[in-house]
């Protein structure tokens, strides 16, 4: 199985969709998912049938909309991936209460929790965590900026990764 560990904020959306400090406001408080980053997002997942896992903090709204059906920000991160015939697989689960600092050890349980099904991961994120490092996510993260979310280019780069390993996004660097 090929996986995403999808992050959203500054993957799927960034201050080139909506302008610097602005929001969308079909979701007040939240800066919203650009439809150009998700049909990019649904390029990868057709190239190499990669299954979507859910890291970055949305996993709370969408869980909470999984439960009750009432959380708008899980509905509207489902509506937004559904309108490209995309669903999330699955979530990681939070490794240290209201913190994101453990977000590679996050990563690394979910794998391990499915031991040799895993063939292929790429982590879709515009922060570098600490324990990255610590748990060699780094040649696995496709690092988007903040500024322009998931590009063409992060895109392809993605898709080479998951297709053919760690060592593209070694000589990429």
Same mark, same amino acid.
């Given at each position: 199985m090929e996986v995403i560990f999808l992050d959203? /904020?500054? %993957? =799927?959306?960034?201050? /080139?969709?909506f302008g610097v400090?602005?929001?969308? $406001?079909?979701?007040c408080g939240y800066r919203g998912i650009s439809s150009a980053? %998700?049909?990019? =997002?649904?390029?990868i997942v057709d190239a190499t049938s990669a299954k979507i896992v859910l890291v970055s903090t949305w996993k709370h709204d969408y869980g909470d909309y999984l439960r009750d059906g009432k959380n708008p920000f899980g509905k509207y991160l489902a509506e937004s991936l559904a309108a490209q015939?995309?669903?999330?697989? /699955?979530?990681?689960? =939070?490794?240290? $209460?209201?913190?994101d600092a453990f977000r590679g050890h996050e990563i690394k349980r979910w794998i391990t929790h499915f031991p040799g099904t %895993?063939?292929?991961? %790429?982590v879709l994120d515009d922060e570098f965590f $600490?324990?990255?490092s610590l748990f060699r996510i780094r040649h696995h993260l496709v690092r988007t900026e903040e500024?322009?979310? =998931?590009?063409?280019?992060?895109?392809s780069l993605a898709i080479s990764l998951l297709k053919h390993g760690e060592i593209v996004q070694r000589l990429a660097v």
């Open positions: 959203i /904020d500054g %993957v =799927l959306n960034a201050d /080139d969709d400090g602005k929001e969308n $406001p079909q979701i980053k %998700v049909q990019r =997002l649904k390029r015939s995309l669903t999330i697989f /699955d979530t990681t689960v =939070l490794y240290a $209460p209201k913190t %895993v063939e292929s991961w %790429v $600490p324990d990255y500024s322009q979310g =998931l590009t063409c280019r992060k895109t």
